[in-house]
């Protein structure tokens, strides 16, 4: 085993470790809202539950030296976001969103994606996508970084509503085939659902 302190490597370095280890990572498609009604909208693949009750989860904005994103700065001050589960369909114009654009322009203007009103918050979000998640900010915080600059802020979001596309869920279970979900690799690297296949977890004594 080649053994390596994270002390010993550049930010850049640990990133590529990281992201080139901890493979396939859902992606978090986020919209959220400024003051002035600009809907911004990014990818993010450091994205996961946090709990089931209530339902959590956490997307982690990672600042570039020391500065926020207009993703979390947007969620802090409206206390609201949606997350888009990203799928085969719609990835290319997610990819998209992944520009760096001043605050005031939207990065949607680069896609064909459609905003609908959300039900519980005033975020709007995108219409193509099979699963959303509308989520009111429970809470944010902020970690890391190097020479005492913060590296990130962790967004968790309470789920106030879910929206899925009909034909994926069924019997109170989703089609994960039918939903065709993306994962985010290392670089520019995606990976498909690719072959499932099931372990029978231990019964308890």
Known sequence: MISITPESMSQRE???????????????FV????????????????FNIVSANPPLISVSVQRKNGA????????????????????????AD????????PANESELSRTNFTL??????????VKEAKIRFECKLEEAIQLGGQSGEVGCDLLIGKIVCYHIEPSLYQAGRINAEALKP??????NNYSKLGQTFEIKRPTSL
Request: charged letters at 25%.
């Open 14 to 28: 640990n990133y590529k470790f990281l992201t080139g280890s901890i493979i396939p990572r859902p992606i978090a």
């Open 31 to 46: 919209t959220t809202q400024s003051d002035e009604g600009v809907v911004n909208a990014a990818p993010f693949s450091y």
């Open 68 to 91: 926020m994103k207009d993703t979390a700065r947007n969620a802090l001050k409206l206390k609201e976001f949606v997350v888009h589960i990203v799928d085969e369909d719609i990835v």
């Open 94 to 101: 997610v990819n998209e969103t992944a520009a760096e654009l």
């Open 116 to 125: 609908v009103k959300s039900e519980r918050i005033a975020v709007p979000a």
């Open 182 to 187: 993306v994962a985010r690799l290392a670089g």
